[in-house]
């Protein structure tokens, strides 16, 4: 399987090598266009991880990509934190889209490719929070929701309602 965080490095580069204005802030419009062309790449691997000959809608790919999070979407939130100055705000903002967006495409294509069940996937590492280890292996149908211990559900990886359960996640999904 291919993972979007494999080549994530180049794209934090290309952000922390900006120009910097005096006030510490960076062009937002090249923050928000770096991202959006790595959304794309996200997406599509996510199509290609099911099926890589599956059509790609440009209207669902562009819902995917501009969800709206808490009254923003990724380029709002990659403007005001580009606007700020506050690197690590951008860097948070790519790692947690790259990961929504990655999953979310997968999740439409193995719908649309007729799986029946997805199963949660994590790093099995220390970095793993605890919320997402309690649901390592769990199987469910592909229109049911995992429930963390703490309440919160999701159809995939970075679709929590509480921020601290998708920022940063590297979980995955496996379709049966």
Not at 26 to 39: G, K, M, R
Not at 54 to 71: L, V
Not at 125 to 131: G, L, N
Request: glycine share 6%.
């Amino acid at each position: 399987m291919l993972f979007p965080w494999d080549e994530i490095n180049n794209i934090e580069m290309q952000i922390v090598e900006l120009p910097k204005n005096e006030d510490g802030s960076v062009d937002p419009e090249a923050c928000a266009d770096i991202i959006l062309d790595y959304l794309i790449y996200c997406y599509v691997m996510g199509r290609d991880n099911i099926d890589e000959d599956m059509r790609i809608d440009a209207r669902e790919m562009k819902d995917t990509i501009y969800r709206r999070i808490a009254g923003e979407d990724f380029e709002q939130r990659a403007k005001r934190w580009a606007t700020q100055g506050e690197i690590y705000g951008l860097l948070t903002v790519l790692h947690t889209e790259t990961q929504r967006v990655f999953n979310e495409s997968m999740h439409h294509f193995a719908k649309r490719k007729g799986y029946a069940t997805k199963t949660w996937n994590t790093m099995e590492d220390d970095r793993v929070r605890d919320t997402h280890q309690y649901l390592q292996d769990m199987e469910v149908p592909i229109d049911a929701m995992f429930y963390t211990y703490d309440g919160d559900g999701a159809e995939f990886p970075g679709d929590f309602t509480l921020p601290q359960n998708n920022c940063n996640c590297r979980c995955y999904l496996t379709f049966n």
